[in-house]
């Protein structure tokens, strides 16, 4: 579509393509389908009247579609209230949505952000408060697993596309080969104060870890006393069948990161851990200015409930067919 752009000196036509081109740093390649008009469940809608199934859904944000009703109106009815304010205030909507949260996810303790990256860095930052000493700071990733593009994230990363002419990165901050034990074995030590890892790698091609690797963690965890992060900002928030990915392997880890899906098209993203780890992070120590922003907020609780009652349904109806009963999960002690 040609449009008239004021220049300044003169009136010029354009594409929203050059236009695009013209003021954006050269970060995205943008497909080309046109402008979008407008968004609805699993489809957007193009000017020259295309529709097109969205499968990157916002880059796996859109769990229930776009414009989801009970997001809508969650977000309209509390714009209608206030948007923003600062975390030194009380907030029902922030505090209804933790609530709800640890009620699906059983961790006991949660810190909000804007960004899956942003829970990322906290969390890196939370291992090494927790043991507080220079001697055990190590941060130790998986090969192909995606955190983030910030500092800490691409830390403990190894994908030179994202790393190449940004370094130095953290120091203490190392990359494993994708879920070798034996090179788990050589890299983990008493220096060492987390392991961060994606059960499920999105980028990395969906990739699954292996129960030998997550049992030679959990032994190596017991030698060494590092903590375990998942990053769940991907396979997070139901996308795998259960709340988050790593209840299906086995893992049992002491922080878990979350975004994307949980803020139903908002910014938004999670840390979560038991009340022990949490307890390192006195006031004013760590923060954000936009985490657990209260419109982010509405909608994210807006979607766990849509997310709590249609997965009740579901296990109603497998029950009526099987004729089994609800299965109870064990307590972890880890989360509480």
């Known amino acids: 579509m040609m449009e008239s752009v004021n220049t300044g000196t003169s009136v010029v036509a354009a594409t929203i393509a050059e236009r695009e081109k013209e003021i954006f740093f050269p970060t995205y390649e943008r497909f080309a389908i046109g402008r979008v008009l407008s968004a609805s469940g699993p489809y957007i809608f193009t000017e020259d009247g295309g529709k097109y199934l969205d499968v990157i859904a916002g880059l796996g944000v859109n769990a229930l579609g776009h414009s989801h009703p009970e997001v809508v109106k969650a977000v309209q009815e509390q714009a209608a209230s206030f948007m923003h304010l600062s975390n030194l205030y009380l907030q029902d909507v922030q505090i209804e949505l933790a609530e709800k949260l640890s009620a699906l996810s059983g961790w006991s303790k949660v810190f909000f952000t804007n ?27 998986v ?20 790393r190449n002419g940004f370094g130095p990165f953290l120091a203490d901050a190392d990359c494993l080969i994708p879920y070798s034990e034996e090179n788990l074995t050589s890299k983990v030590s ?139 999960c064990k307590k972890n002690t880890r989360k509480s």
């Not at 960004?115 to 190590?138: C, D, H, I, Q």
């Not at 090969?143 to 800490?152: I, V």
């Not at 890892?197 to 030998?212: D, F, K, R, S, W």
């Not at 900002?233 to 979350?258: M, N, W």
Request: charge should be neutral; glycine fraction near 12%.
């Open 115 to 141: 960004s899956g990256t942003e829970a990322v860095e906290g969390a890196l930052k939370l291992a090494r408060k927790y043991f507080g000493s220079p001697k055990k700071a190590e941060l130790i990733g």
């Open 190 to 328: 008493d220096k060492t104060a987390a392991v961060i890892l994606e059960v499920i790698q999105g980028e990395g091609g969906i990739v699954e870890v292996p129960a030998t690797f997550i049992n030679a963690l959990h032994e190596l965890q017991q030698k060494f006393g590092f903590l375990i992060i998942a990053d769940e900002i991907q396979s997070g928030v139901g996308r795998t069948g259960k709340f988050f990915a790593y209840e299906h392997y086995g893992l049992e880890p002491d922080i878990v990161v979350c975004a994307k899906a949980i803020g139903g098209g908002l910014p938004l993203g999670a840390i979560l851990t038991n009340n022990r780890i949490a307890s390192a992070f006195t006031p004013g120590v760590h923060g954000t200015t936009f985490g657990g922003n209260a419109l982010a907020c509405a909608a994210g609780l807006a979607v766990l409930r849509e997310l709590e009652r249609v997965c009740w349904r579901m296990l109603l109806l497998n029950q009526l067919i099987s004729r089994a009963g609800l299965c109870q």
């Open 143 to 162: 090969s192909n697993c995606f955190h983030g593009r910030t500092y800490g994230a691409l830390s403990v990363m190894d994908k030179e596309k994202y």
